[in-house]
């Protein structure tokens, strides 16, 4: 279960995030609303949020998922693989800080972005991606095993994050999408295949039972729903548009 989440109210400079899609410029004002309706989201599943606030110098720093890793039993600044958005983790830093007595990072140069590992009870998925490189992700299972954790790491390449791509929603059951569905670590568990046409869908979040996934993906929620979970919409059409999924927006502890 978790009980706490973290997120920064986007800042005005959103409209220049980092993008590969194709979908148009944010909406500042329209995104300001979808990320209060996603604080109360959290809120519905139970969580105590902290809203910090916006940062004008960093175009991608409400994507606070990126720039750490929240464990039970510590918490790990990452070091982004994307320019621009390594001095996010200094402002992230105290606010960690104060809900984890252990605090550990990953050091140059290893890069690591949290949007590429996924938690599965105790062990952790680590994307290689262009964000997340091989000494980050060694630095990072070094870590996970000082804490008696374990992790492990998978090959990407059609997609941004791991978590694009695949979205663990517990009790075995695993969304996955294109390259993700025949990968021989993911066959373990119950696959549900999220259509291409809803690759965005496959970046849906289990919190406490309930499962968040993002507005107009028809398919992918009926996927769910017939699993039995309480699902949850949100609308997160601004943040797609700068390849925001929904995990991206929280630190969920
Ligand atoms: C970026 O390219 O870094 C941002 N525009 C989007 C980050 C999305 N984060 C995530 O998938 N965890």
Redesign the pocket.
């Known amino acids: 279960m978790f009980t706490k989440a973290i997120v920064r109210t986007p800042s005005q400079s959103l409209v220049k995030?980092?993008?590969t899609a194709s979908l148009g410029i944010p909406d500042y004002e329209k995104a300001l609303l979808q990320h209060s309706d996603y604080i109360s989201a959290l809120k519905e599943c139970g969580l105590e949020v902290t809203v910090l606030p916006a940062d004008d110098n960093f175009p991608?720093s409400t994507?606070v998922?990126?720039v750490a890793l929240m464990t039970p039993r510590c918490a790990i600044i990452t070091n982004p693989g994307?320019p621009t958005?390594q001095l996010e983790t200094i402002s992230i830093r105290p606010t960690v800080n104060q809900f984890y007595n252990t605090v550990e990072t990953i050091e140059p140069p290893g890069t690591v972005?949290a949007?590429d590992i996924m938690m599965v009870g105790d062990h952790y998925y680590i994307g290689l991606s262009e964000r997340t490189n091989q000494n980050g992700a060694d630095q990072m299972i070094n870590l996970l095993e000082k804490h008696q954790l374990t992790g492990s790491v998978v090959t990407l390449s059609e997609v941004?994050?791991l978590?694009?791509g695949l979205g663990y929603l517990e009790n075995n059951h695993l969304l996955a999408c294109g390259e993700f569905l025949s990968k021989p670590e993911f066959q373990q568990y119950h696959l549900l295949e999220v259509p291409i046409e809803e690759a965005y869908a496959a970046n849906s979040v289990w919190i406490n039972g309930t499962v968040l996934t993002p507005k107009g993906f028809p398919k992918t929620l009926a996927l769910i729903q017939a699993l039995g979970y309480k699902t949850r919409e949100v609308d997160v059409s601004e943040f797609q548009k700068?390849?925001?999924?929904l995990?991206?927006l929280s630190l969920r502890f």
Do not use: N, P
């Open positions: 995030g980092i993008t991608d994507f998922e990126d994307a958005r972005e949007g941004l994050h978590k694009t700068i390849d925001g999924g995990s991206c």
